[in-house]
């Protein structure tokens, strides 16, 4: 199966999801998430806005914020380039997906970053990662090589293999509201 094959059966999975289900398992996921000793012990981590079908993981946020832990997000640029921004203000960014706004946020150089919670559209359980293509993520985990990566998704999001290339980066872990991969 080919990767976009994987991609719109993993995509068809988790839009067949109702609302109160993507609510439940996603605070499950952020429950889970918050036990991890690697979330636990980060001082800065590379969170994510959520699309409207994805793991919601505004719980874990404000959780970290609370701990006094420096969230930052993602901002996306032209060519499949992301870089990490602290927020000052907000805005819908490239793709739509609100982020900060990188006029009046401050850039993260990536070697700061501990954690980095990536979501994902498809997974295996040897914890390999199918995104939406674009390569953001595989292009900026490099800069950050001593940061744990964690991906987050549905257990319907799970397939037996992906379809991975060289250059596609395996997580450190997957967590669903089921289990941690």
């Not at 991890?36 to 969170?47: G, I, R, W, Y």
């Not at 990536?110 to 990536?118: C, G, N």
């Amino acid at each position: 199966m080919t990767k976009q094959e994987q991609r719109g059966l993993a995509l068809s999975a988790r839009r067949a999801l109702s609302e109160a289900e993507r609510a439940a398992a996603s605070a499950a996921i952020c429950k889970r998430l918050l036990t991890l000793p690697q979330v636990q012990k980060a001082k800065t981590v590379l969170s994510y806005m959520a699309l409207y079908d994805e793991v919601d993981l505004r719980a874990v946020n404000e959780a970290l914020c609370s701990r006094g832990v420096r969230l930052v997000f993602p901002v996306s640029f032209r060519h499949g380039r992301i870089e990490a921004y602290e927020p000052r203000g907000w805005c819908d960014g490239l793709y739509g997906i609100r982020e900060p706004d990188p006029r009046t946020s401050n850039p993260v150089p990536p070697e700061e970053i501990d954690l980095v919670l990536i979501p994902c559209v498809a997974f295996d359980e040897n914890r390999a990662r199918l995104g939406h293509g674009a390569g953001c993520y595989d292009r900026y985990l490099p800069r950050c090589e001593d940061a744990a990566r964690i991906a987050v998704a549905y257990e319907c999001q799970k397939l037996p293999a992906i379809a991975c290339e060289e250059h596609d980066r395996r997580m450190d872990a997957v967590v669903t509201e089921e289990m941690i991969y």
